[in-house]
């Protein structure tokens, strides 16, 4: 029996449809939510190398983290279902496959959403669903 799923949000909707398929499907199962903010999405300008510039974006970020947990978790509460949460900093992939592994966390499946690029745009940005679904100790649905 599944027990507790780990999902990586991030407001998007293949996020959302995710969580979808999580309150469908695991009705019972504790929702580990997983934001992770990734550091090389500030970029790399003037502006950021300023030590107060990076933790502005920082604080931001995480901000924004929080009102995407907070939309989740209020979702879940309508089907009843209970949430931890979780926020991360790093690359993604590795945070989730990190979460994933954790004994601790006792995850048993990890569902997330796919935003299905194909071709070229695959290649060059490779594809956080495909690490997860190679590198990941338990079971991995991705929804499209």
Request: with cysteine; aromatic share 4%.
């Amino acid at each position: 029996m599944i027990e507790r799923v780990l999902v990586p949000v991030d407001g998007s909707e293949p996020s959302e449809r995710a969580c979808e398929f999580v309150f469908e499907e695991f009705p019972d199962a504790t929702m580990v939510l997983l934001h992770v903010i990734n550091p090389v999405e500030a970029g790399y300008t003037a502006q950021t190398a300023i030590p107060t510039a990076s933790e502005e974006w920082y604080d931001s970020q995480r901000d924004l983290a929080e009102e995407h947990l907070d939309d989740v978790e209020a979702r879940a509460a309508e089907h009843g279902i209970d949430v931890e949460r979780l926020v991360e900093t790093g690359k993604p992939d590795r945070c989730i496959v990190s979460v994933a592994e954790d004994e601790d966390a006792d995850i048993d499946h990890v569902v997330m959403g796919s935003h299905g690029r194909e071709g070229v745009s695959r290649v060059l940005l490779g594809s956080v669903a495909e690490t997860i679904v190679r590198r990941s100790p338990v079971p991995v649905t991705v929804v499209r």
